[in-house]
């Protein structure tokens, strides 16, 4: 993992950069923000971590300017001194992945990091797996093992949701809104609809993936794995 970061404090940009060293990953350390976005904007990074209080323009700006320059996908980390609600609320809604309060501590950072790089690679890869289920997303080939499965669009859809979720617990509201896009649907067109999904899926192999969770939602993973 490749980390920029951006951080005034020179003492605190040496302990970050060094820990990361030292634990198998690439750092790149400034101490102004508009090094720093040219930097995000023109190199190859994994993940980004800016301080709020940078100068030249802080980590909010950074942020906002990065996400409005195509670098969406891109996983940004804001660094403050202390968590304030309105702050941290500011850092989402310009597009900050995560928010983190000082006295910043490495382990923490690079937990965190971790985490959400993991996370972004999986909701942008185009070949979803799960145990010995795949998905390509580009051909819409759907295959347990080497059994190919033959799924309608609502089908797919829905698989595609609960694979990149997966090992998480889907809601049923929230695989509600996402396959029928908040149109008026009932419990039951849900339920029914997953039934033929697990038909497809399950029946025909001896592990099952996909779980109800009755009164929650919806699960796909390999619970024997």
């Known amino acids: ?3 920029l970061i951006a951080e005034h404090d020179t003492q605190t940009r040496l302990t970050i950069g060094n ?3 030292l634990h198998g990953h690439q750092a790149t350390c400034v101490g102004d923000g508009l090094t720093g976005l040219h930097l995000a904007v023109t190199q190859p990074y994994d993940a980004l971590v800016f301080n709020a209080q940078l100068p030249g323009i802080d980590g909010y700006q950074a942020c906002e300017r990065l996400r409005g320059a195509g670098r969406a996908h891109l996983p940004f980390v804001i660094v403050a001194q202390a968590r304030d609600l309105g702050e941290v609320l500011r850092g989402f809604k310009l597009g900050a992945d995560d ?8 382990s923490e950072l690079v937990a965190r990091l971790t985490a959400i790089t993991r996370r972004m690679a999986r909701l942008h890869t185009r070949v979803l797996e799960v145990h010995d289920l795949t998905y390509d997303l580009d051909t819409l080939h759907v ?4 059994q190919a499965i033959d799924l309608n669009p609502t089908s797919l859809h829905l698989l595609e949701l609960l694979m990149r979720k ?16 908040g149109a008026p649907r009932s419990s039951d067109t849900l339920r029914s609809n997953v039934h033929l999904l697990r038909r497809a899926v399950d029946k025909p192999c001896y592990t099952p993936l996909i779980h109800t969770l009755h009164g929650v939602g919806y699960q ?3 619970r024997s794995a």
Request: one cysteine or more; proline letters at 8%.
């Open 1 to 3: 993992m490749h980390v």
């Open 19 to 21: 820990y990361l060293r």
């Open 143 to 146: 295959k347990r093992g080497e």
């Open 220 to 222: 796909l993973m390999c």
């Open 99 to 106: 928010y983190l309060a000082g006295p910043l501590e490495p």
């Open 166 to 181: 997966s090992p998480a617990v889907v809601s049923r509201q929230e695989m509600l809104d996402a396959v029928w896009e």
